[in-house]
């Protein structure tokens, strides 16, 4: 196994892609459940695959922009997305709540009536929902590795600002933390995670890979810090079995990932369900 | 176009079963949009999409005649029931339940489509909706539940209606709220259910909830927003289906573009016409007061 894998330079590249993926997400997932912004993350998703498509479509018609035009139009447009979503939630407040389906089903639709125009990119589409670790290309690695550095940086210099406006916006900002700055700060941090997971996991399973580990430690009743420690481990345990599962069974690697974060969570649900059955039971007597 | 519809019966099909459907999904959406669950739908479509899944392993590695989209009926349907119980089990991770069903479901119909070497055109049809899927059967299939649906709709109205705008009322005064719910999410099953050939499973949801939206913005009683929502959802289901047999795009995603800008233009003329109306609201009064 370990031969195999070093032996391979694109299943390498995978592997590091994951683990990186696997070290972000939850960190700002872990924000993204505190704050119940795991519809937005969705909408972002969905915004990224529209840039997917029309960055397909840039690299179709200019064919030496084709390796650089796909992950950066994903990029650009899930930051507009994810702004678009925090401008529209400013601007009229009992919006929202029709601006989060209709930026959800413009996306997801524009994305599929370009794909279909395109065709014969089907499986690229499909690439693109459902995730391919290993078809990341280099221009991809890197792009993950560069979101990684900044994302870690910014939630270190940051955090404690983050953790205030997240649990108590008024207090933060009477503590004269910039409130605004910093929701807008994570909301740009939110959409390039998303923008760099959408190659690892797929369009379709961002939200899960984000929240599902998030959940997982969630239960486990500690601290915001101790969360965050269990979200990291229970996301990169799914990434490195997910990948290693899907490379021998021959099964798609996006799903595998999410299966496998899904049996922790349940597992993690039972035994603390049983704990506290337990628990409960010698407090009666 | 009508001259095409009369000559090719797949095209009968897809146009019957579009008209049937761009009325009862509009028709279960008010109450979705009302009650804020359009989240169940996304749930169970792609709960409705892992059963499709295995539906296409079953074909393509057991046994040959089984059709997926049935084996997808059969998913959402139980899906429903599994939510239901879901949110007694969670209590107080309510809004976590579901989007962790939903990728779960999702990673699951991933691994079984990737499993049964799944990945073709069919595939696609089903994610996103096409013409020449629906069948005679298919239709008929979809009439029936359509009729089923409306007369559920038509004999439970009050206690949806009463349960959607004051629930406490509705529960002292006797009504079975949660075998009301129940009911209600297995209509929402059999919805997604018969949609997932013409529209796709990834779009359904949009296409129960845009229309509502828009009839929202313009209806002055309830009634007249299934009324509004009725004639969106007909308006982009049938324009859809010309647009995506003429350019030969997916007949979901046009559908679901065309709906939401629907949407967007009822909106943007709703915002006009306050505006040239000099609405109360409108700073230049205010300065007047």
């Known amino acids: ?285 | 176009m009508i001259q095409d519809i009369i000559q090719f019966p797949f095209l009968q099909n897809a146009f019957l079963s579009g008209i049937l459907i761009g009325f009862i999904g509009p028709v279960i959406g008010v109450f979705l949009v009302v009650r804020r669950l359009s989240l169940i739908a996304d749930t169970l479509s792609h709960v409705a999409l892992s059963g499709v899944a295995a539906g296409l392993f079953l074909q393509n590695k057991v046994v040959q005649p089984i059709n997926p989209v049935y084996v997808g009926m059969v998913f959402s349907i139980a899906g429903a029931l599994f939510v239901e119980n879901l949110r007694r089990w969670f209590r107080y991770y309510q809004e976590l339940s579901l989007p962790i069903v939903l990728a779960s479901a999702t990673g699951l119909s991933v691994v079984l489509i990737s499993l049964a070497d799944g990945v073709n055109r069919d595939l696609f049809g089903y994610l996103f909706g096409s013409l020449i899927a629906v069948s005679r059967t298919d239709l008929m299939i979809v009439a029936l539940i359509a009729l089923l649906v409306l007369v559920m709709v038509v004999l439970l109205y009050k206690e949806l209606f009463y349960l959607a705008f004051e629930e406490e009322a509705a529960v002292t005064s006797g009504i079975p709220k949660n075998t009301i719910h129940f009911v209600f999410v297995l209509l929402v099953a059999l919805v997604i259910a018969v949609s997932m050939n013409i529209v796709g499973i990834l779009l359904v949801s949009a296409m129960m909830t845009l229309p509502v939206a828009a009839g929202l913005q313009l209806a002055k009683s309830f009634k007249q927003v299934f009324v509004y929502a009725v004639l969106f959802s007909q308006v982009s289901v049938l324009t859809g289906l010309v647009l995506s047999y003429y350019f030969d795009l997916a007949t979901g995603g046009t559908i679901v573009v065309l709906a939401a800008l629907l949407l967007a233009g009822v909106i943007f003329v709703k915002k006009m016409v306050t505006w040239a109306k000099g609405s109360p609201r409108s700073p230049r009064k205010i300065r007047q007061v």
């Open chain 1, 1 to 285: 196994m370990l031969e195999s894998i070093l032996e391979f330079s694109f299943i390498q590249r995978a592997l590091l892609t994951g683990l990186i993926v696997g070290l972000i997400s939850p960190l700002v997932g872990v924000f993204v459940v505190a704050r119940r912004l795991s519809v937005v993350s969705e909408v972002v998703s969905h915004m990224s695959l529209f840039g997917i498509a029309v960055g397909s479509l840039v690299g179709v018609s200019v064919s030496y922009l084709a390796p650089v035009s796909i992950p950066v139009f994903g990029m650009i447009f899930a930051v507009i997305g994810a702004l678009l979503v925090e401008g529209l939630r400013r601007v009229y407040r009992h919006f929202s709540e029709l601006a989060i389906p209709l930026l959800l089903s413009v996306s997801i639709g524009m994305s599929v009536v370009l794909f279909s125009w395109m065709d014969g990119f089907n499986v690229n589409l499909f690439s693109y929902l459902f995730g391919n670790l290993l078809a990341v290309s280099r221009t991809d690695f890197n792009l993950t590795l560069l979101t990684g550095v900044v994302v870690l940086v910014t939630i270190f210099i940051f955090y404690k600002e983050m953790l205030m406006v997240t649990f108590d916006e008024a207090f933060a900002r009477i503590s004269g933390i910039p409130a605004r700055f910093m929701q807008f700060l994570f909301v740009l941090l939110m959409a390039i995670t998303i923008s760099v997971m959408v190659r690892a996991v797929g369009v379709m399973l961002v939200t899960g890979l984000m929240i599902i580990p998030v959940a997982a430690a969630v239960q486990m009743e500690k601290g915001f810090k101790q969360t965050m420690g269990y979200a990291v481990l229970f996301s990169e345990l799914s990434i490195i079995l997910g990948l290693v599962l899907s490379y021998y069974f021959d099964l798609a690697s996006g799903g595998t990932i999410i299966l496998v974060s899904t049996v922790l969570f349940v597992t993690v649900f039972l035994a603390r369900k049983m704990g506290v059955r337990r628990s409960v039971h010698t407090g009666g007597v």
